[in-house]
């Protein structure tokens, strides 16, 4: 299905969306450095072809995703776009298939999925992350 605008003004908008980088995860990347966390950003999922994961911190195998709204089909905001209705319906639904498949794939190799969505406290965020990362590097201390 090749994607169609309804009309110029919808695709001049859509084409200026971030896709990486938005205001929430700069403001937890933000947060999570100051409290001395490292990590790397938008790395490939290991397996699987163009997808990256937002944040990861690599030897703990965590992966953090900033999941927008409305294109991954947040159940307290999403909206459905009436122009080209059909069309959207599968589109985001191909998007929450994917983060489903993502998830388990990177699951099933032993990784700490956490993905969080755009409207959630940035300071919330930091600190469920800080508390996963605790938690992995408490574990990994233990297996020694």
Known sequence: MCPTASSPAVSARMSRQASRDTAQ???VRRLLHAQGLRYRLHVPVPGLPRRTTDVVFGRLKIAVYFDGCFWHGCP?????????SAWWRTKLDRNMA?????????????WLVVRFW????????????????EGRRASSRRRR
Request: aromatic share 0%.
């Open 25 to 27: 995860e700069v403001a």
């Open 76 to 84: 307290e905001h999403a909206t459905s776009p009436r122009a080209n």
């Open 98 to 110: 994917r983060d489903r498949e993502t998830t388990e794939h990177l699951g099933a190799r032993g």
């Open 118 to 133: 755009e409207h959630e406290e940035a300071g919330e965020v930091a600190r469920q992350i800080a508390l996963a990362v």
